[in-house]
């Protein structure tokens, strides 16, 4: 049975590539920081079959721990601090996770598994995945973005992935460790964070709807993204691990809409103008932004048979049946 490592296990794309990965016959481990976190209590209760280890991105002495008790044959890094706006506020906290935690977990298995810097010594026996980002592009140097383009990262965040990305890269070329990136661009689910815009726009249409909330406070709307779905491209990652060598890919469908875009679909849902309801609010601002992403996902077709299944109408839809459920569920149980 292979077995899984998995850092960010409570976050979107944990649960579904656990998902995922269990459907295809993996021991699947997940890594939990930190005394009592409440989110490991929804894990254990929704997916059983997980296994939680205790270990933290900050504690070089915890991942090695781990990686020597679990001996798993894949390690999938997707923990970070994850949300653009907050690595403003956590620019430190930010590189330390999200940069420097792909480090040390790269360090892990390189001591654990001896390898000495020859390639012949090599730490080949565990795959690494690193989960790298569109936001690496930032102020973008060509439309659309591949694997070839060169970064210009605009907020802490960006800046702390494009170094987890390179020493990724660094690692793959200095001890011969299978060590990939999927270079992913915005990715969305029912399970998406609420301070995401996407999420916070389907919250707000469907608490608008059941008369929960009177509009909806907002940033820039004209921005550009390349929107999925994140049950497509976990798939993406556990392909790249299973390739015969190990490399970097750009996951993303190839379309890009403005946010107002996905406002207006998500208020048409539900029957309201979304002009009507949303309003603007410097504090949702940037000091940065990142104009416009745009995937050109062929080196993932091509090489990996990758495609996304889940279109931007639909995503929406998805997302926004499950909110006006979900908010309509938690108003009954209020009363
Ligand atoms: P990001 O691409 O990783 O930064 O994903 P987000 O979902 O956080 O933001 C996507 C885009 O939506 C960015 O250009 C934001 O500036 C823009 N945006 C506009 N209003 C909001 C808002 O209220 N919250 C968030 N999170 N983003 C907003």
């Known amino acids: 049975m292979p077995r899984a490592l998995i850092t960010g296990i409570t976050g979107q794309d944990g649960s579904y590539l656990s998902e995922h990965l269990l459907a295809n016959g993996y021991e699947v481990y997940g890594l939990i920081r930190g005394q009592n976190n409440p989110k490991r209590q929804h894990i254990e209760r929704t997916w059983p079959d997980i296994k939680i280890v205790e270990g933290d991105l900050l504690d070089q002495a915890s991942l090695m721990n781990v990686i020597q008790k679990v001996k798993p044959d894949e390690v999938y890094n997707l923990a970070a601090i994850s949300f653009v706006a907050l690595s403003w506020n956590q620019p430190e906290l930010t590189g330390e996770i999200t940069g420097l935690g792909a480090l040390r977990l790269l360090e892990a298995i390189r001591l654990t598994t001896g390898a000495s810097g020859s390639r012949a010594n090599s730490a080949a026996g565990i795959k690494f995945y690193q989960a790298s980002s569109s936001e690496m592009f930032g102020k973008v140097r060509e439309t659309p973005q591949s694997e070839q383009t060169p970064f210009h990262p605009r907020s802490p965040y960006g800046v702390a992935k494009a170094y987890a990305h390179y020493i990724t890269v660094n690692y793959r070329e200095s001890y011969n460790i299978h060590a990939c990136s999927g270079i992913l661009f915005n990715h969305e689910s029912p399970r998406r964070g609420p301070e995401f815009v996407t999420r916070k726009i389907t919250i707000g249409a469907a608490r608008i709807k059941l008369g929960l909330q009177k509009e909806l406070l907002m940033g820039n709307l004209d921005t550009r993204r390349d929107w999925g779905f994140a049950g497509d491209y976990v798939k993406a990652m556990h392909l790249m691990m299973q390739a015969d060598k190990a490399d970097d890919y750009v ?73 006006l459920e979900a908010e309509a569920r938690l108003q009954a149980a209020a009363v």
């Open 251 to 323: 996951i993303g469908t190839g379309e890009a809409h403005q946010g107002k875009e996905f406002a207006r679909i998500a208020f048409e849902r539900v029957g309201l103008n979304a002009e009507d309801y949303i309003k603007t609010d410097p504090q949702f601002m940037r000091p940065a932004e990142v104009d416009l992403l745009i995937a050109d996902p062929t080196k993932a077709r091509d090489e990996l048979g990758w495609k996304p299944e889940v279109s931007f109408q639909r995503l929406i839809e998805m997302m926004v049946d499950h909110d």
